[in-house]
């Protein structure tokens, strides 16, 4: 089977690389760039500088600060309105997940038009759409080299997974110096969801030779930096390693997949508004245990590049979960109750947040498919623990 591969067209990565914004924009002949980001960044000044080397390379940017954390079609409106006033010709997404993703919907919204559930999956959209530049400020997402973008419906609170060439950043910045502010619980999220993301691209139905190589490494450099940059967040070695390596991650599932821990957490993220990070940390260990049976030496080698040793392929599978398990009690992730969320809601969105699920088409990708039995299951296990 041919493996179909897409990255960025190039990438600058090293500390201090946001500084080459205005020599990027120059290399694409971009003129009116949009700076797409959240209200935090422009609080910081943060965002006033990257629209300062802009005007300095000689080209008109302008600024839109209304991203939302998990981005829904209501938020977006005003973003098309403000690509279109611009009249911008590339969208740059400067932040964390939310801000790219909402860059990338107006790239294709602000050209083509339409709602966004008109390009969720299965659909895949490879039509017209702006440019795309993304520059990251956590190392997790990895959105920053994917095909993907997720938005939420605001009339169903519907979780929808968009993805298509036209999602795909022609160019990334990856730059350490962006991510050393990150506190602790945002780095714990973000690093686990870098981590989810380099798994499940490894034991993906459609993993493949060059998704397999990025997620090795990934998984690799994780379990050697996570708790160092969660520990000591002015360690600049460790939180290099986890830039370069949710970089990595998001090339492996953009070129593979994600699953079962993708497909249940975003509904969680849709009803309870918890951030995608923290609920792929709140169900990793219970999917990957409900998951090891159907490819126990996939799991197994992911475990070894995690450094957990064991006599036999089956024991080494479930040494992964167990690594999964104290990494959570170590990084101090909550569970559903423990972070503050109605058991009678949750039991009564179970049933909806499974359907959800499936429709993402994400579990599909799963080494075991699951049933919506099997993901209601997986939803009442993990509420507690």
């Given at each position: 089977?041919?493996?179909?591969?897409?990255?960025?067209r190039?990438?600058?990565?090293?500390a201090?690389?946001?500084?080459?914004i205005?020599?990027?924009?120059?290399?694409?002949?971009?003129?009116r760039p949009?700076?797409?980001?959240d209200?935090?960044?422009?609080s910081?000044?943060?965002?006033?500088?990257?629209?300062?080397?802009?005007r300095?390379?000689?080209?008109?940017?302008s600024?839109?600060?209304?991203?939302?954390?998990?981005p829904?079609?209501?938020?977006?409106k005003?973003?098309?309105?403000?690509?279109?006033?611009?009249?911008?010709?590339?969208?740059?997404?400067?932040?964390?997940?939310?801000?790219?993703?909402?860059a990338?919907?107006?790239?294709?919204?602000g050209?083509?038009?339409?709602?966004?559930?008109?390009?969720?999956?299965?659909?895949?959209?490879?039509?017209?759409a702006?440019?795309?530049?993304?520059?990251p400020t956590?190392?997790?997402?990895?959105s920053?080299?994917?095909?993907?973008?997720v938005?939420?419906?605001?009339?169903?609170?519907?979780?929808?997974l968009?993805?298509?060439?036209?999602?795909l950043?022609?160019?990334?910045?990856?730059?350490?110096?962006?991510?050393?502010?990150m506190?602790p619980r945002?780095?714990?999220?973000?690093?686990?969801?870098?981590?989810?993301h380099?798994?499940?691209?490894?034991?993906?139905?459609?993993?493949n030779?060059f998704?397999d190589?990025l997620?090795?490494a990934?998984?690799t450099?994780?379990?050697?930096s996570?708790r160092t940059a969660?520990?000591d967040?002015?360690d600049?070695a460790?939180?290099?390693?986890?830039?370069?390596?949710?970089?990595?991650?998001g090339?492996?599932f953009?070129?593979s997949s994600v699953?079962?821990?993708h497909?249940?957490?975003?509904?969680?993220?849709?009803?309870?508004?918890?951030?995608?990070?923290?609920?792929?940390a709140m169900l990793?260990p219970?999917v990957t245990?409900?998951?090891?049976?159907g490819?126990?030496?996939?799991?197994?080698?992911?475990?070894?590049?995690?450094?957990?040793?064991?006599?036999t392929t089956?024991?080494?599978?479930?040494?992964?979960v167990?690594?999964?398990?104290?990494?959570?009690e170590?990084?101090d992730?909550?569970?559903?109750?423990t972070y503050?969320?109605?058991?009678?809601?949750?039991d009564?969105l179970v049933?909806?947040m499974?359907?959800?699920?499936?429709?993402?088409?994400?579990?599909?990708n799963?080494p075991?498919?699951?049933?919506?039995?099997d993901?209601e299951?997986?939803?009442?296990?993990i509420y507690a623990?």
């Amino acid at each position: 089977m041919t493996a179909q591969i897409a990255l960025p067209r190039f990438a600058r990565i090293g500390a201090g690389a946001v500084n080459d914004i205005g020599e990027v924009v120059a290399q694409l002949g971009v003129r009116r760039p949009l700076l797409v980001t959240d209200a935090y960044l422009v609080s910081t000044g943060a965002a006033e500088r990257i629209l300062q080397v802009l005007r300095d390379a000689g080209v008109e940017p302008s600024l839109f600060d209304g991203t939302v954390p998990d981005p829904t079609t209501d938020s977006l409106k005003a973003g098309v309105e403000a690509v279109q006033a611009h009249r911008a010709d590339a969208v740059i997404g400067f932040g964390g997940g939310s801000p790219m993703d909402t860059a990338k919907a107006l790239a294709v919204l602000g050209t083509q038009g339409g709602q966004m559930r008109d390009y969720k999956a299965p659909q895949t959209y490879s039509g017209p759409a702006l440019p795309i530049i993304a520059i990251p400020t956590t190392a997790g997402s990895g959105s920053e080299v994917t095909q993907f973008t997720v938005i939420s419906d605001s009339d169903n609170d519907e979780k929808m997974l968009c993805p298509g060439l036209s999602f795909l950043p022609i160019a990334s910045i990856i730059d350490v110096e962006l991510t050393l502010s990150m506190p602790p619980r945002l780095t714990a999220d973000t690093g686990i969801d870098a981590l989810t993301h380099a798994i499940e691209a490894y034991v993906s139905r459609k993993a493949n030779a060059f998704s397999d190589g990025l997620a090795l490494a990934a998984i690799t450099a994780i379990g050697r930096s996570l708790r160092t940059a969660y520990h000591d967040g002015a360690d600049r070695a460790a939180r290099e390693t986890m830039m370069v390596a949710a970089t990595q991650a998001g090339m492996a599932f953009s070129n593979s997949s994600v699953a079962l821990v993708h497909g249940m957490s975003r509904p969680i993220g849709a009803h309870f508004h918890v951030a995608h990070g923290l609920s792929n940390a709140m169900l990793f260990p219970a999917v990957t245990a409900y998951s090891i049976d159907g490819a126990p030496e996939r799991y197994a080698a992911a475990a070894a590049a995690l450094g957990v040793s064991a006599d036999t392929t089956t024991a080494q599978a479930q040494g992964l979960v167990d690594y999964l398990r104290a990494l959570r009690e170590e990084l101090d992730v909550p569970t559903p109750q423990t972070y503050g969320i109605d058991r009678a809601r949750w039991d009564e969105l179970v049933p909806l947040m499974a359907q959800q699920a499936l429709a993402s088409g994400s579990p599909d990708n799963n080494p075991v498919v699951p049933s919506a039995a099997d993901i209601e299951q997986i939803y009442a296990e993990i509420y507690a623990r």
